[in-house]
Each structure stands twice: as C-alpha cells, then as structure tokens.
C-alpha cells in the first residue's frame, strides 16, 4: 500500500517569501503524484499533477513541483507567495495503474502568508 | 470541464436517523467513485471505492452496515449514513475519474458537510 508523508504541518511565510513544501510518498511501482489546495471553508483544487514526462511539473497560481524519483519526493514550491495563497496544501498519490485507482492523502500542511 | 456533483452540500440530521448524500458525475461515465471523509483542520481518509455494479470495497476499520454505498448507475454513487451519531458529523467528499481513462484524472465533488445533533 502506498503512504504520503508531509513532514511541514504549519508554515507561516510573509508575502513575498518562497515556499518549498516536503511531500515524500512510499510505494513500491509507479505512481501518479498530485498537490491539492483547500481554502478555508471550500472544497478541494487540484494544483498540478505528474503522471510521466518532464519531472518538472508547472500548476496553477504560479506553482511547480518537482518529481525526485530516487528521493521519492515530490516537493511543491512557488517563488513568492501572496496572502491568497493561505490555506491548507495536500500531496497525494496513486498507482499508475492505467485504472481509476484510489488516492492517498498526506496530513495536510498549513500555510499561512502574513501581509 | 468535467464536473462532479454532491447533494446536498450541507445536511443536519437528528441522531439515529439515516442521511444519504449523492455523487453523481454530469458529463462522463465513472464505473468506480471514491468516498473519502475529512474531519476539521485534518486530510482526507479514503472510505470505500464505489464499484458500479457491485459491492463497495471498505478501507480497514470503515463499517459497512453503517456507511452503505451504492452505485446503481455509471454516474451515480451514494453514501448512505445510517443510525448517524455525532460522531458521524463531518465533511465527506467523493471523486471519480472517466471510465476508460488512466487514474491520473480525478474529479473531486463539492463535498457535503453533515452535522448530526
């Protein structure tokens, strides 16, 4: 079975600063990798995914993250972040199985961007 | 886009009542959807995958007399919560993915908050 690990729970960054967030999954065969944005009170926004191809994968809102397959990390950044982009940041995985497959969530880190 | 739909959005139920909460896929066939739930300020737990045709599959620890699924058609799943309790009282989201496509397109619904008092 696979497993997400987001190791930050709460960031808090002033406008302008870069975000780097950790995501590290385990699973033994290929996998599909996604970021999830939640604002506060709404549902989920997918951000970006990476099924295959260039490991280097461009979102919306100006995010990117990166598939490190020897790490097994798919770390989410932006370069200067924006008072909007407070909310909640989920990783998650699924196998590439060709199929509807189920997810597997991380914990969830927190961000927080002070004016 | 593709878009998927939960009803209602938000429900309050009495204790020991059954709510039923639908996900339905308008402008693409999903032969499995996903339950997942998702308690306040914490990440989702996948529930059970909805198989169109056939009994759902529940994750470890999920009752299946008491979160009953049924997905009747290829664009419909429900979840029905039965003799809820206050501890039942959460977000539950599901998603589904375009029958005959790879696993890496998902369509998550608005979501349905239930409160039981």
């Known amino acids: 079975a696979q497993s997400v690990s987001?190791?930050?729970?709460?960031?808090?960054?002033?406008?302008?600063?870069?975000?780097?967030?950790?995501?590290?999954?385990s699973y033994g065969g290929t996998v599909?990798?996604?970021?999830?944005?939640?604002?506060?009170?709404q549902h989920l926004q997918l951000l970006l995914k990476y099924f295959s191809g260039d490991p280097l994968v461009k979102g919306i809102k100006g995010f990117e993250a990166e598939f490190i397959k020897s790490k097994f990390s798919f770390n989410l950044r932006?370069?200067?972040?924006?008072?909007?982009?407070?909310a909640e940041y989920f990783c998650a995985v699924n196998p590439n199985t060709g199929t509807a497959s189920k997810l597997t969530f991380g914990t969830g880190t927190r961000l927080q961007v002070t004016l | 886009g593709a878009v998927v739909s939960q009803h209602p959005s938000r429900v309050i139920c009495k204790s020991g009542t059954s709510v039923k909460i639908e996900c339905r896929s308008l402008d693409f066939q999903a032969t499995t959807m996903f339950w997942y739930r998702q308690f306040p300020k914490k990440s989702l737990m996948l529930m059970a995958t909805s198989n169109e045709g056939s009994k759902a599959t529940y994750?470890?620890?999920v009752e299946k007399d008491k979160f009953l699924i049924n997905h009747a058609s290829l664009t419909l799943s429900t979840l029905t919560v039965t003799s809820a309790h206050p501890e039942d009282s959460s977000f539950y989201i599901c998603s589904a993915s375009p029958a005959g496509s790879s696993g890496n397109t998902i369509y998550f619904g608005e979501g349905s908050w239930l409160t039981v008092v």
């Open chain 1, 32 to 41: 599909n990798l996604f970021w999830y944005v939640q604002y506060p009170g």
């Open chain 1, 6 to 25: 987001q190791h930050n729970h709460h960031v808090i960054l002033s406008e302008a600063a870069s975000l780097e967030l950790g995501c590290n999954y």
């Open chain 1, 78 to 86: 932006k370069p200067s972040v924006q008072w909007s982009d407070t």
């Open chain 2, 59 to 61: 994750e470890q620890g």
